[in-house]
């Protein structure tokens, strides 16, 4: 019988990979978005005006995952290079992954009173990552 036991040092690698996957996430609604309204391979950024709405969304939510992805790999990376992976990392961890895929769904939804605290959440998630490596 195979044992899939994950180390908190393990999780912290495997978060950040996660995290670069949720990044794309949104732009799977992108796409469907721009299949509705027939692809502009001449100018695929002039079609964000023509975009449906939650479209529209999607793309800023997978800006925005852009923007705290690198953030949140710096927190991890330097919580596994300080060697301070523990419990309380990867609770860290999997709570801004969850918080980010929330985010994601909230923000297309057109739901900002849901997301926002999806987004503090994660943003208090990198920065115990950060205050572990440090104290």
């Known amino acids: ?3 899939f036991i ?3 040092s393990q ?3 495997y978060g950040i990979a996660i995290a670069a996957g949720l990044v794309y996430l949104p732009y799977i609604v992108v796409a469907y978005g721009r299949l ?3 692809i502009d391979m001449n100018a695929p950024r002039a079609m964000f005006d023509r975009l449906p709405d939650y479209a529209k969304r999607a793309t800023w939510a997978h800006q925005n995952s852009f923007e705290v992805f690198a953030l949140f790999a710096a927190a991890a990376l330097t919580a596994y290079v300080t060697n301070v992976a523990s419990d309380r990392t ?3 961890i999997i709570a801004f992954l969850v918080a980010r895929f929330l985010f994601n769904l909230f923000y297309i939804l057109d739901l900002p009173w849901l ?3 999806m987004w503090a959440i994660g943003m208090v998630c ?4 950060f205050s572990a490596s440090l104290f």
Request: no cysteine; glycine share 14%.
């Open 126 to 129: 990198i920065g115990g990552l």
């Open 90 to 92: 990867s609770l860290y």
């Open 11 to 13: 999780l912290l690698l």
């Open 36 to 38: 509705r309204i027939g």
């Open 1 to 3: 019988m195979m044992n």
């Open 6 to 8: 994950i180390t908190p």
């Open 115 to 117: 997301r926002s605290p």
